[in-house]
C-alpha cells in the first residue's frame, strides 16, 4: 500500500508539472523570452523555439497529463480498494462513487489549483528554471502531440473547412505592458542594453 500511495505522489507530481507548464507557457510575455534570446541565454533559445509552434508545446503537455491522470485513476482505485475492504463497503456502484469524488479532489488541488497558481505567480522564472526537463519531455512526448496535432490539423481543414493560419511571431499588448513595468521597477540591469537588443529583434506584430 505505501508503494501504492508512493507512485501517486509520482503521478500528481507529474500531473502539476505538465499542468504548470501549461500555464506558464501560456502567461509568459514572448517578448521577454525574445530578449533573453537575443542575450544569449540558453532558457531564452530554447523557450523561443517552443513558442514557434505553441500548438505542439502545449499538446506535449496535454499527452504528459492524460498519461499521467490515467496512471493516476488505475493507482487510486488499487488505493481505495484497501480501505473499501477494511470497511467492509461491497457496494460497487457506491465504491466507485467515493473512490471518483476522492481521486477528483485530490487531483484538482493538487496536481491542478496549486501548481497552476505557482507557475502562473512567475511563469517566466518558473520555465527558466525547468527548461532542461521541460526539454527533455517536451521531445519525449513529441511524436504522440505531433500526431494528434497533425490530425487535428486535419479534421478542421478538411472536414470543417476551417483555415489554418501560419504561425507568426507575435507580441501582444499584454507582453510590451509587462515589459515596460519591468523597466520601471528597475528589473533590467541596462536600459540602454535592451533597447539595443529590441532594435535587433524581427519584426513584431502586434494584436
Known sequence: MLTTALYIVICLVFIGF????????VSASK???????????????????????PATFIGTSLVGINIGLVV????????????????G???????????????????????EFIPKAIFRAKPETTLTILTIPIQFFYYLLYPIAKLFV??????????????????????????LEQFVKQMRTGQDS??????????????????
Open 18 to 25: 505538465f499542468s504548470g507548464i501549461e500555464i506558464a507557457f
Open 31 to 53: 517578448l521577454n523570452i525574445e530578449l533573453k534570446r537575443k542575450q544569449g541565454s540558453y532558457a531564452g533559445k530554447v523557450l523561443s523555439r517552443f513558442m514557434e509552434t
Open 72 to 87: 493516476y485513476g488505475l493507482l487510486m482505485t488499487e488505493f481505495t480498494d484497501v480501505f473499501f475492504n477494511m470497511a
Open 89 to 111: 463497503l461491497e457496494n460497487e456502484y457506491l465504491r466507485l462513487l467515493i473512490d471518483t469524488l476522492i481521486a477528483t479532489a485530490v487531483v484538482l488541488v493538487i496536481g
Open 150 to 175: 497533425r490530425i487535428s490539423e486535419f479534421i478542421l481543414k478538411y472536414l470543417f473547412n476551417v483555415r489554418i493560419a501560419e504561425n507568426k511571431q507575435v507580441y501582444s499588448r499584454i507582453d
Open 190 to 207: 541596462d536600459e540602454e542594453d535592451v533597447n539595443t537588443e529590441l532594435l535587433k529583434m524581427p519584426s513584431i506584430f502586434l494584436r
